[in-house]
């Protein structure tokens, strides 16, 4: 099993930057690719960036490209999404997830871990 932790979220105006945290504890050498997921009220959720643990190789979803960046700390099994230039639509719980895939990425199903997500509001 694999345990993820998120942290980070809040409210921060438009324009403003958040930087989320995940922590992964366990068996972590059984995932090769970590992700983030979004969910807003009444919608489904969806894709937003996912990071390969060993290439660092990303992938984003296009509504994300050009403001946030996802980044790993091997030595702390922690991945970060920087999020900067936020919009009100970028509101949403944002969830941490872990695979060991490498392909399908912009799937959840793909995922076999999820964290408990955390909280980002953006105010226009």
């Known amino acids: 099993q694999v345990q993820l932790v998120e942290s980070g979220g809040g409210l921060v105006q438009a324009g403003g930057s958040l930087r989320l945290s995940c922590a992964a504890s366990?068996?972590?050498?059984?995932?090769?690719?970590m992700g983030w997921f979004r969910q807003a009220p009444g919608k489904e959720r969806e894709f937003v960036a996912a990071?390969?643990?060993?290439?660092?190789?990303?992938v984003y979803a296009d509504s994300v490209k050009g403001r946030f960046t996802i980044s790993r700390d091997n030595a702390k099994s922690t991945v970060y999404l920087q999020m900067n230039s936020l919009k009100p639509e970028d509101s949403a719980v944002y969830y941490c997830?872990?695979?060991?895939?490498?392909?399908?990425?912009?799937?959840?199903?793909?995922?076999?871990?999820w964290g408990q997500g955390t909280q980002v509001t953006v105010s226009s």
């Open positions: 997830a872990a695979t060991p895939r490498t392909l399908g990425l912009t799937f959840e199903s793909r995922y076999d871990y």
């Open positions: 990071i390969n643990w060993s290439t660092s190789s990303t």
């Open positions: 366990g068996r972590t050498f059984s995932t090769k690719t």
